[in-house]
């Protein structure tokens, strides 16, 4: 599986696991059914990934996948606007203009 953090991202979520007081944790990156195009991303900071889940490194961070939301994760970027994660997905048909939800 292939998923990439950018630089901004990876540093906001290094800067959010250290205000939590969590430095070290591993980013749960999740699809779930919800957003206005019926499934959004859903991310939180684990001590640690399953046995089951993709794993992969990307600017420092590591970000865990479950095996369901694998397939609709491969290819994702992960960006930062503002204070918020956008995600750039090349499976989405359509997606919000926050970046938040997406359809397939």
């Not at 292939?2 to 430095?23: M, Q, S």
């Not at 491969?74 to 606007?81: A, F, I, Q, T």
Request: hydrophobic share 45%; glycine share 8%; net charge neutral.
């Amino acid at each position: 599986m292939e998923l990439r953090l950018t630089v901004p991202a990876a540093d906001a979520v290094r800067a959010r696991a250290r205000d939590a007081g969590v430095a070290g944790h591993v980013l749960r990156i999740a699809v779930v059914a919800g957003g206005c195009h019926g499934l959004s991303y859903d991310l939180y900071l684990v001590p640690e990934a399953l046995p089951e889940d993709a794993v992969v490194e990307s600017s420092g961070v590591r970000v865990a996948v479950d095996a369901a939301s694998a397939r609709l994760l491969d290819g994702v970027v992960v960006d930062l606007r503002g204070r918020s994660f956008v995600f750039q997905n090349p499976s989405a048909r359509k997606s919000c203009s926050c970046g938040a939800s997406f359809e397939v």
